[in-house]
């Protein structure tokens, strides 16, 4: 399995509304990541774990909260978000905690906020 | 900091024609520095990437691109186009001294395949 898998594709989520995304992995990468992109713009990161661990938080807004339950499972839960926040969501891993191994990117979730 | 920029947000080129896609690096560090593809609705998927070895690097696809010290440059090539080829291309560097975290990518180049 050579794959990284992100649920729901899309996500059409009103502004009070509590979702989460899901990203899966079971190439045994020990680094994952979240990006987000919007329309005809490069991938922003917003946070980094390395095994299991945040290392990294990019200064993103609390209403976005990361949590990795294991090794192989990224989830990022959504709450309170604004219009503005309507972008792409791309999953990333890598075996370790570098670039230098390159990244595996899901096909990511299309969120909506209305 | 380091950062990558691209020349071009759309280049257009005839099936069949050479692709060439700009990326200049600023970097004060030898960088390690990586092309990517993203087709329409999809996530980024990984050409190829230098990391100090040769400095012509082969990819997938049938992409190359030649690491130039002296330009400052990692520009992406392709003998000869495929209408498959058509997608959003960006370059990438890694940010920090050691094999960082973090990529930097630039700002994208859109590449058409015209028929």
């Known amino acids: 399995d050579t794959e990284v898998t992100q649920t729901p594709k899309h996500l059409v989520m009103g502004m009070t509304n509590k979702k989460s995304l899901k990203c899966e992995q079971h190439?045994?990468?020990?680094?994952m990541y979240w990006y987000k992109q919007k329309a005809k713009k490069p991938p922003e990161l917003m946070f980094v774990y390395s095994y299991e661990k945040l290392s990294i938080n990019e200064s993103v807004p609390s209403r976005f909260s990361p949590e990795c339950p294991n090794s192989s499972l990224l989830n990022l839960h959504l709450h309170a978000l604004q219009p503005e926040d309507s972008a792409l969501y791309l999953c990333?891993?890598?075996?370790?905690?570098?670039?230098?191994?390159?990244?595996?990117f899901g096909s990511g979730t299309r969120l909506t906020v209305v | 900091a380091q950062s990558v920029t691209q020349l071009g947000s759309h280049v257009s080129v005839s099936e069949g024609a050479l692709v060439l896609l700009r990326c200049n690096y600023s970097s004060s560090v030898p960088p390690y520095l990586f092309w990517y593809v993203q087709y329409p609705n999809q996530g980024l998927q990984l050409l190829l990437k230098y990391t100090s070895a040769a400095t012509l690097v082969k990819g997938i696809n049938g992409f190359e691109a030649e690491f130039k010290k002296s330009e400052t440059s990692f520009h992406l090539t392709k003998p000869s186009a495929h209408m498959r080829d058509a997608a959003e291309y960006f370059c990438?560097?890694?940010?920090?001294?050691?094999?960082?975290?973090?990529?930097?990518f630039g700002s994208g180049t859109r590449l058409l395949v015209r028929p």
């Open positions: 990333a891993s890598s075996p370790g905690q570098g670039a230098i191994y390159g990244y595996t």
């Open positions: 990438a560097v890694t940010q920090g001294v050691d094999s960082s975290y973090k990529l930097i």
């Open positions: 190439m045994g990468h020990r680094a």
